[in-house]
């Protein structure tokens, strides 16, 4: 079942209606067997805060773009993408895993790997974010860097630099922290490496309001919006 070809039914609307349906295929799905018609369908997370919350730094049209048109857009492919194969009622995560370097399930990778990237992006930024790291993340930014400026200099440059689309990352890798930055879809999910927080760099994401000027988007996100609460309780997980 396709999710943009479920209709209203009988005034309920179609998220409501997907929750059921969802509920009822979890159901199914423990006495169902990989594959199943009936498998869950892969959602789309609620955002952790109201499209104008991050103004002025990211527009509420920017978001509501972002979020309601890309990332549901890649839910909606991933879905079609994996109807009636193995991997349908497996979870995102595992879809990821499954699927990455794989030349001819790259459709389903970069889908799959488009709707955790942009679900864990949401939750890097915060409205009133930036600012003095907490503590602990502090100590581990000061111990891979020498300090913290150093540490968002370095996310600076890597989101900056990604050669057109992408991701900045920082990251936790034997337990010490890095920045990483990644093409297109990629994300670190599949390397050794914890995510600990990204930037989308994908012109989608601030071209409505920064236009070509990348630098600006990414330096106000830093000072602004990101959150670093988010980054160190990752470093736990
Ligand atoms: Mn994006």
């Known amino acids: 079942m396709q999710e ?83 991997l349908a009622g497996k979870t995102l995560e595992d879809i990821i895993k499954a699927t990455a370097g794989n030349k001819e399930q790259s459709g389903i990778f970069n889908n799959a790997a488009q709707v955790w990237n942009h679900t864990f992006y949401w939750n890097s930024l915060k409205a009133n974010g930036g600012g003095e790291p907490p503590e602990e993340l502090k100590k581990k930014m000061q111990d891979a860097f020498g300090d913290v400026e150093t540490c968002i200099k370095e996310l600076t440059t890597a989101a ?3 050669f057109a689309s992408g991701w900045a990352w920082l990251v936790l890798e034997d337990g010490k922290l890095a920045v990483r930055k990644t093409g297109n879809a990629d994300t670190p999910l599949t390397t050794r490496a914890k995510p600990l927080l990204t930037i989308d760099v994908w012109e989608h994401a601030y071209y409505l309001d920064y236009q070509n000027l990348r630098a600006d988007y990414v330096k106000a996100v830093l000072n602004k919006l990101i959150n670093w609460e988010f980054a160190l309780a990752n470093m736990d997980k």
């Open 4 to 86: 943009n070809n479920l209709p209203a039914v009988n005034g309920i609307d179609r998220r409501t209606f997907l929750a059921a349906s969802s509920a009822l295929a979890a159901t199914v799905a423990l006495g169902g067997f990989p594959g199943s018609a009936h498998a869950q369908p892969i959602t789309l997370p609620a955002l952790p805060f109201a499209d104008n919350a991050l103004e002025p730094v990211i527009s509420a049209k920017t978001i509501g773009f972002h979020y309601r048109k890309h990332h549901q857009g890649y839910v909606t492919n991933l879905n079609k993408l994996i109807a009636n194969g193995v």
């Open 160 to 162: 900056t630099t990604q």
